[in-house]
């Protein structure tokens, strides 16, 4: 018989009808007689149980049947009398299919600790936690797609190895087959990198966007979905030394347009959770208290505020609060500064634009003052950051001298100056990062625990 999926048996409600259900044990008790087993197979938040009573064959495998023991069970699905579910399998037949050794099994009934879990990250999606955090995750995967994919984007895959280090902050992994051993070095005492597998130093990318631009510049509509890399030094609970970033880049557009897409982006991946991960939010919500679907929901219906730097700047120093770095018009914002804008001068998402050129990369079209750039950051609350973007600067004369300035190779970006010679148009786009999405959505407090396998300083065990 084929194998149904829990959420389907849950969703369907065949009462009277056969089934066969494959998955993990999660608890198991007797009462009266029979013995009850809770079983999830990682498709829902919710778990099915499975009823077993005495005369049944399946009664037979029960002892093998522990917390974590890989089961298939066949029977018929009956209404259940039992209160918080309204469908129960009614087992005649029970496959062990992989035992467990309950003497050495880490996850027991009781809760562990989320640091706990994070040393057994290979058994922890098993947990109902772990469980409605990447099913989460996936919904706001495929609402991502469903987003671009509604509105004429094309998805672009944009190189993981690259040569060209795009934000310019110099926090990149370098990618070598060099023998480490024996490091071949110029006269100056650097690295010689032409010996190297692609002839010159290459490294992991921090970020698709320059790739995203000759593309938008041809195709229109693009976005870019992967994973990219940030060799900074940051032991915090918002970074990540490798993690996933939607790009997408827009061919005849500026900063407003930015502003509106990433507006339109972000309320509408919250209505997507919203619609199809209610269970998972509800358990989240009630477990930790770290989110509410009510605020998510009023979320979804809340535009953002728009604040230029030079106002934020003015409205912290304003703030009768002690701040632990100071602020000044040119400095960067630290995240105490945007935790304050975010969370109580405007209570909501909050677009800061206008930066100060020296604090932005490179690419960002400088604006008539001479001093800022077209950049924008949305901050929400509690998160912080969650998008960068700006409009691109499509001036060639403007970009050259840009990158001089602030030491880029020329050489090297030859092709993106020339998307300045050849037909250029004004463009933009912004950066996601979907583990601080993800972060936000759920209500996680550390960013480790919202990806299957956190990359971080000194921690790549799993
Ligand atoms: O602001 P960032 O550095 O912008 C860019 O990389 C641009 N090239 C984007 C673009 O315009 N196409 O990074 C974008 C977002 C940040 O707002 C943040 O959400 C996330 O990526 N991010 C990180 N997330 C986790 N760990 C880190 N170390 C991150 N660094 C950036
Ligand atoms: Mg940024």
Not at 61 to 78: M, P, Q, V, Y
Not at 93 to 106: F, H, K, L, M, W
Not at 206 to 225: D, H, K, M, N, P
Request: net charge negative; proline share 4%.
């Amino acid at each position: 018989m084929e194998r149904s999926l829990i959420k389907d048996v849950l969703a369907e409600q065949r009462f009277g009808e056969p089934s066969r259900v494959c998955g993990w044990v999660r608890t198991k008790r007797e009462s009266k007689g029979f013995v009850f087993l809770a079983l999830s197979d990682g498709s829902s938040q919710d778990t099915l149980q499975i009823i077993v009573f005495p005369e049944a064959p399946a009664f037979r495998e029960l002892h093998r049947c522990n917390t974590g023991a890989a089961i298939c069970a066949k029977g018929i699905l009956r209404e259940s009398p039992a209160k918080g579910q309204s469908i129960e399998l009614e087992a005649t037949d029970i496959v062990v299919v992989g035992e467990v050794d309950q003497a050495t099994y880490p996850l027991q009934k009781k809760g562990h600790s989320l640091e706990f879990l994070r040393e057994i990250g290979h058994l922890r999606p098993r947990t109902n936690t772990f469980g409605a955090v990447f099913r989460l995750r996936n919904i706001l995967a495929a609402g991502v797609h469903d987003f671009f994919q509604a509105r004429g984007f094309l998805w672009v895959h944009t190189p993981i190895i690259t040569s060209s280090d795009c934000e310019g902050a110099g926090d990149l992994f370098t990618v070598t087959t060099l023998d480490l051993r024996n490091v071949p070095k110029k006269d100056s005492g650097e690295v010689d990198f032409s010996g190297d597998f692609f002839g010159t130093r290459a490294y992991l990318t921090v970020s698709g966007q320059l790739e995203a631009e000759f593309l938008a510049l041809s195709l229109g509509r693009v976005y870019t979905f992967g994973p990219t890399f940030r060799a900074e030094n940051s032991n915090t609970t918002r970074h990540l030394s490798e993690f996933w970033m939607i790009e997408p880049e827009m061919a005849f557009a500026d900063l407003d347009d930015d502003i509106t897409l990433a507006e339109e982006f972000f309320r509408f991946l919250c209505r997507e959770v919203l619609e199809k991960g209610h269970r998972e939010l509800s358990f989240l919500e009630s477990h930790y208290k770290k989110i509410s679907c009510d605020e998510l929901r009023k979320l979804a219906e809340t535009p953002f505020v728009r604040m230029t730097y030079t106002d934020a700047v003015r409205e912290l120093r304003a703030a009768n609060e002690r701040f632990e770095f100071p602020v000044s018009w040119g400095s960067d914002l630290q995240s105490e500064h945007e935790r304050y804008l975010t969370d109580k001068v405007v209570n909501g998402p909050l677009v800061i634009t206008d930066y100060p050129k020296e604090i932005k990369a490179f690419y960002m079209k400088q604006n008539p003052d001479g001093k800022t750039v077209a950049a924008m950051d949305v901050l929400v609350p509690k998160v912080g950051e969650i998008i960068g973007g700006s409009q691109r600067e499509d001036r060639l004369d403007v970009l050259a001298q840009r990158m001089s300035e602030v030491g880029i190779s020329i050489e090297n970006l030859r092709w993106y100056l020339d998307l300045r010679r050849f037909g250029t148009v004004p463009h933009a786009g912004f950066g996601l990062g979907f583990e601080r999405l993800v972060q936000f959505v759920t209500g996680m407090a550390n960013i480790r625990d919202v990806i299957p396998c956190p990359r971080a300083p000194r921690a790549i065990r799993l």
